[in-house]
Antibody
């Protein structure tokens, strides 16, 4: 059974940093691209970043480019999102999601339960 | 960026009804269109990929159609568990944008 378990969300001041983790199980982690998607009440679902299975390619939304870094550790079956220079508009529930097929298809068949990031002073 | 627009934003229906939700892309996404269902406080659930292919385990009362810029999600014979918010998402090009959602209510 595929499971994705996010952690690391918290209340953080503007300008601060936070690292989210997503522990994966139930599938061959290294074979699938992984993605972070966030959700706010006002803006719905927003794609944030994707990393290929081999970790050789990464992609970012313009809204986070230069501030967020996606990475993965195949030895720990874990996906990360390092978030720096956080802004109020980064406040959201952050989900990690698995690609449906090997390669990069940006079609998300399994999602974690989400972790809440609140950026506020 | 490709904009995805869903209509209607909300929809009232009853158990047993047939409903259709529309998703329009600001430019062609070929058949790279996916649908998700989300219930309050839960993560989205994957329903349909490539515009019309049903994900394994999803009931056959769900179906998708369309290509290019116009897509639809149809649910026949609504069940109580189908009342949720539905999102379309294009996987044609980065950034992989979502529609704003359609809330299906009783």
């Amino acid at each position: 059974e595929v499971q994705l378990l996010e952690s690391g969300g918290s209340l953080i001041q503007p300008g601060g940093s936070l690292r989210l983790s997503c522990e994966a199980s139930g599938f061959t982690f290294r074979s699938y691209a992984m993605t972070w998607v966030r959700q706010t009440p006002g803006k719905g679902l927003e794609w944030v970043s994707t990393i290929s299975g081999s970790a050789t390619s990464t992609y970012y939304a313009d809204s986070v480019k230069g501030r967020f870094t996606i990475s993965r550790d195949k030895s720990k079956n874990t996906l990360y999102l390092q978030m720096n220079s956080l802004r109020a508009e980064d406040t959201a529930v952050y989900y990690c999601a698995k690609d449906r097929a090997s390669g990069l298809v940006a079609t998300f068949d399994y999602w974690g339960q989400g972790t809440l990031v609140t950026v506020s002073s | 960026d490709i904009q995805m627009t869903q209509s209607p934003s909300s929809l009232s229906a009853s158990v047993g009804d047939r409903v259709t939700i529309t998703c329009r892309a600001s430019q062609s996404v070929s058949s790279y269109l996916n649908w998700y269902q989300q219930k309050p406080g839960k993560a989205p659930k994957f329903l349909i990929y490539a515009a019309s292919s049903l994900q394994s385990g999803v009931p056959s009362r769900f179906s998708g159609s369309g290509s290019g810029t116009e897509f639809s999600l149809t649910i026949t014979s609504l069940q109580p568990e189908d009342f949720a918010t539905y999102y379309c998402q294009q996987s044609y090009s980065n950034p992989y944008t979502f529609g704003q959602g359609t809330k299906l209510e009783i």
